[in-house]
C-alpha cells in the first residue's frame, strides 16, 4: 500500500491480510491486562502473500482483551523452541 503526500510517495509496511491457521484454547489463566482469570488462545498465523519471507508465527493472546503473552507475570517472557 502507498500514500501520496504532496510530491513524496510514503510507503506503509505491513500484511495486507492476515490468515489464521491455528486458533484453539490453551487454557484458563490469569491476565494481567484484564486483572481477571481469562481463555487464553493458542493462534498461528501467517501472510499470505507470496512474498512473504517468513513463514508462519505463533502467540498466545487473551480471549477478551487479545493482548500477546498477557499471561506472563511481571520480569517473565516466553520462548519458543525448536521441536
Given at each position: 500500500?502507498?500514500?501520496?503526500?504532496?510530491?513524496?510517495?510514503?510507503?506503509?509496511?505491513?500484511?495486507?491480510?492476515?490468515?489464521?491457521?491455528?486458533?484453539?484454547?490453551?487454557?484458563?489463566?490469569?491476565?494481567?491486562?484484564?486483572?481477571?482469570?481469562?481463555?487464553f488462545r493458542y493462534i498461528v498465523g501467517r501472510d499470505p502473500s507470496p512474498d512473504d519471507w517468513y513463514g508462519p508465527s505463533a502467540h498466545?493472546?487473551?480471549?477478551?482483551?487479545?493482548?500477546?503473552?498477557?499471561?506472563?507475570?511481571?520480569?517473565?517472557?516466553?520462548?519458543?523452541?525448536?521441536?
Amino acid at each position: 500500500m502507498s500514500i501520496l503526500y504532496a510530491d513524496e510517495n510514503v510507503i506503509v509496511c505491513g500484511p495486507s491480510a492476515w490468515e489464521i491457521l491455528v486458533d484453539e484454547s490453551n487454557g484458563e489463566r490469569w491476565c494481567f491486562t484484564c486483572r481477571k482469570r481469562r481463555d487464553f488462545r493458542y493462534i498461528v498465523g501467517r501472510d499470505p502473500s507470496p512474498d512473504d519471507w517468513y513463514g508462519p508465527s505463533a502467540h498466545i493472546e487473551c480471549s477478551v482483551c487479545k493482548t500477546i503473552d498477557g499471561d506472563c507475570g511481571f520480569g517473565s517472557s516466553r520462548e519458543w523452541g525448536d521441536e
